[in-house]
């Protein structure tokens, strides 16, 4: 073979070898700033839940900080699971909350309405904050406030967290899905049943809560993971979960830059809220099946 024939073989093969490349990249590979990062859950055993001993430490440290005991008077956390070994196969689930940037793609690619209220649509939840409180959070034509790109994406529904799931599933070829009570909670506690992704004493320099500030929400991953690597478990926004509380209500999990205490921010802790809420204390995270 005379070296000009070697030369475009060469050409030939490398441009092949680009177009088998391209062909074989997935949408997560050619846009994975738009996709959130995950870590695995190995498959085992953990507990779930909390027992009278743990559901006591929160009652006291809400009481402590608050100076009235409306927790305890109101049974907040008798509602939740009784601690019980669960046994879970293996599943990846985001580091983090769904950021600004990441729904911004996804209201890019589909035309979703973004998180965007008047006055009126706010004033018609009933929540007790004002609708100036919410202005920081407010997207603007379709764009996530300027300088929280990386802050958790709230004021969205569970149904605009479907969507946003069937969508990230279209692009990446992946079974995406809101985490379920029990995926969340291992994957935020760990094996052991710690009342914190961080042990059993309450640490508010861990989280983003009411207890130190800055009363808003941050940038994610700020503070230290937990046992398997995930971000802003505890504090920072309440996360949707798929579980069901009872006909159009959902199990929301993991507390607010707005709670102090922290009771409700241990993983155990539950509660429900409408399935149509859009809420500035509110956000989700994401998973998939292996």
């Not at 379709?142 to 069937?166: F, I, M, T």
């Not at 935020?188 to 207890?211: C, E, H, M, T």
């Not at 241990?266 to 998939?288: N, S, T």
Request: net charge negative; with cysteine; aromatic share 12%.
């Amino acid at each position: 073979m005379r070296v000009g024939d070697s030369i475009a073989s060469i050409h030939k093969m490398c441009a092949a070898a680009f177009l088998l490349g391209m062909i074989a990249a997935t949408p997560a590979q050619a846009d994975d700033g738009d996709i959130p990062s995950v870590v695995e859950i190995p498959s085992g055993w953990f507990w779930q839940g909390s027992d009278s001993v743990e559901r006591q430490y929160a009652y006291q440290i809400d009481e402590q900080v608050y100076g009235h005991d409306l927790s305890r008077r109101n049974r907040w956390y008798d509602i939740e699971a009784d601690k019980w070994h669960v046994h879970l196969l293996s599943y990846h689930i985001a580091k983090t909350p769904v950021t600004n940037d990441q729904y911004a793609a996804f209201i890019e690619d589909t035309g979703h309405p973004a998180p965007e209220m008047t006055r009126d649509e706010w004033n018609r939840q009933g929540l007790i904050y004002n609708f100036d409180t919410i202005q920081p959070f407010l997207w603007s034509k379709g764009k996530p406030p300027r300088r929280r790109g990386n802050h958790p994406v709230v004021l969205v529904s569970w149904q605009d967290a479907e969507a946003y799931v069937q969508w990230l599933g279209e692009k990446t070829g992946k079974k995406w899905a809101l985490p379920s009570e029990l995926h969340w909670e291992k994957a935020v506690r760990g094996p052991k049943g710690a009342f914190y992704p961080w042990g059993n004493i309450f640490d508010p320099d861990r989280l983003n809560s009411g207890d130190r500030g800055p009363f808003d929400t941050m940038p994610v991953g700020q503070f230290e993971p937990g046992p398997y690597g995930l971000y802003d478990g505890a504090g920072q926004v309440f996360e949707w979960t798929s579980t069901s509380a009872q006909a159009g209500y959902r199990l929301v999990k993991g507390g607010s830059w707005d709670d102090r205490g922290c009771g409700v921010c241990r993983p155990a802790a539950r509660h429900g809220r409408p399935e149509h809420l859009k809420h500035i204390l509110i956000g989700f995270r994401v998973m998939y099946l292996d």
